[in-house]
């Protein structure tokens, strides 16, 4: 029977039976709707009369003291005693959605792993994206590394991409994990900061280890603080292998590329969205979906045949190093895309737990150093979290048939498994494991030679190179920006010895840049270039190569200001447009109750000005109407939207007797003058003209929303 059973499971996996809605169909047997009639009753099952009193010795004139015999008071509390599981001891702050990969090329010159060969499947997934440092109640915009973990429930089991929103690394090899992590989180005499990584300790580590560097260059640029997570890369960053039905290996990077282009906040609004809306980014993510309005990334494959490793000046297994798309194009082979959002937070993406050695027949690793100590980390990690059984829940068990007679007992089981045998081989030959060609895993049989030693090849000693070439590559904004988040986190730092040589040097990589921190931070100001740059750039480091190919308002927050006495028919216009372009439009209005036109529709805002603030929306739009002159004009609140709004560089869009308004907050001149019956004026993101708002369409308003990541 036991027999029969694996083999079927076998065919099952051949058959490729898992549909895009697989994993889906799958949890629907452990979901229940918890907003039916069905009684009230207590975990072991019995029905409750009295929900809101404990049991206690009571009578009209006195309230006794409670009764240890009231089970269904004390399960009550135990239960919400131990509510919670240990956060993740990184990467504790995330969110998570379900969705598909689908393959456009199979890549079988490379691999026989069905989920990259086989184009007619839909495999479904599941996606966490996460920040680093901040405990799970820390805010989404904080200036850190963003996770991007992927685990697709493929036919032959599961496979999990535990990557990040950077490419590279700030440490080569895995032993120094816990130091990196420790200098970053609160320091702990007095668990300061959360959220951050503006403090001494963080800095004096990267001082100590110049490994860091290029890593560090990309954590002070704009990658760190994404607009949403809808809106940024994801990388695998460790180097895997592929191996193909020849036996040959290429090794691998794995790359995840947002339809929607690259975008990040400014650091002004990124700071006051955490206190704004903590929970800016993940909001972001279920309304997007919750509007139909699907998140894609194109998926990539970055291969090197197995006898190119050492071509190259650095060592491709460094993970503090990005493989050059000048000599390792990437080949875009696939889609990945989220589209349905968890039902219940705790259980899907709470407990949702990954793997970097959760990985397919057709997949396999490298001897990437930081690779090879992960793979043993988060096995480790999740025993710790969840528990032994922890592959079984629901959100991590795979679609695919699973049995191994061996795993069976350990905390918190649930699957019952009937058969008289644990052991393998056994007497009835249940539960065989599969030959390769019935589907069964084979490590590629790389060949190992050297000495047992605590150290890394030559190459991983160079730590500076593709630092510069990332700086180099970035736009004159991209440096400015990176110039203030420099000087913002060393300013935060208050031993001289962190900031001062830390200032010092930077001007390993540029001088212009060393100048500025010092000068920002109260370091020394250096006169020379610590080590020659020779200004090499190279693709795909600049955030804005990442524009979309159609630029799009779709799924953009824009706002439209309102008081009493507004112009419905600017109003409306403006809000019908922008929806038929599926941007998601508020109306903030001076009160909720409501606010009356001026030909007398009345429109009940979905916030008032001071509920929402202009840093949670990507441009924002004024019509004319006596509302102006007579409210927004008088209101320090509605004023300050649009100075802030012009701040953040957000495009701004205004009509009428709003042009001036507009004009006075942001002191344009283009728009100052801008006179009844001119046409158009466009400058600077913000766009104003008077009539009838005809020519006031969307596509005045796209190029300033292109600008956005600016
Ligand atoms: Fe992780 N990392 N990591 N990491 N990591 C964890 O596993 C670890 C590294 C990443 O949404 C932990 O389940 C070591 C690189 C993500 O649930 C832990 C090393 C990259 C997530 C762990 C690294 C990552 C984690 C904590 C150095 C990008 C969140 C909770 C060798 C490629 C996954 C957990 C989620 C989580 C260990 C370095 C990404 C402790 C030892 C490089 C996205 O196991």
Known sequence: MATTAAAQAVADAKSNSISADGKFADMQKDTVEVNGKQHMTTDYGIKISDPDHSLRVASDSSTGPSLLEDQIAREKIMRFDHERIPERVVHARGTGAFGTFKLFESAEDVTTAGVLTDTSR????????????????????????????????????????????????????????????????????NEVPQGQSAHNNFWDFIYMHSETTHMNYWQMSDRAIPRSYRMMQGFGVNTYSLVNKQGKRHFVKFHFTPDLGVHSLVWDEALKICGQDPDFHRKDLISAIEAGQFPRWKFGLQLLPEEKLDDFEF??????????????PIRYIGQLELNRNVDEFFPQTEQAAFCTSHIVPGIDFSNDPLLQGRNFSYFDTQISRLGANWEELPVNRPVCPYMNLANRDGALRHRISKGTVNYWPN????????TPAQGGFTSYPEKQQGIKARALSEKFKEHYNQAQVFYNSLSEIEKMHLAKAFSF?????????????MSERVAAISLDLAKTVAKNVGGETPTKQLRTNKGTKAKGLSQLEYM???????????AILIADGFDYNAYNAMKTSLEAQNAFVFTIGSQRQ??????????????????????????????GGSHVENNLAKN???KFWITESFAHLKAISGVNEAVPFIARQIGLDEVQSAKSGDSLTDSYGVVTGYGDASGLKVSNIGPQAKGLAE
């Not at 979309?548 to 824009?558: F, H, L, S, Y």
Request: proline content about 10%; hydrophobic content about 40%.
């Open 489 to 501: 986190e060393l300013d935060h730092c208050d031993d001289p010895v962190v900031y001062k040589r």
């Open 122 to 189: 839909e495999t479904p997934l599941f996606v966490r994206f996460s920040t680093v440092q901040g405990s799970k109640g820390s805010a989404d915009t904080v200036r850190d590394v963003r996770g991007f973990a992927v685990k697709m429930y493929t036919a032959e089991g599961n496979w999990d991409i535990v990557g990040n929103n950077i490419p590279v690394f700030f440490i080569q090899d895995a032993i120094k994990f816990p130091d990196v992590i420790h200098s970053v989180k609160p320091e702990p005499h």
């Open 636 to 638: 320090g609140v509605a």
């Open 427 to 434: 007497r009835f030959e249940a539960n065989p494991p599969a």
């Open 315 to 328: 060592d491709p297994l460094d993970a503090t190093k990005v493989w050059p798309e000048e000599l390792i």
């Open 548 to 558: 979309p190919e159609k630029p799009t308002i779709a799924t953009r927050r824009i």
């Open 594 to 623: 409501g606010v009356v036109a001026d030909s007398g529709q009345k429109v009940v805002p979905d916030n008032f000005f001071s509920g929402m603030r202009s840093t949670l929306f990507d441009a924002v739009f004024v019509p």
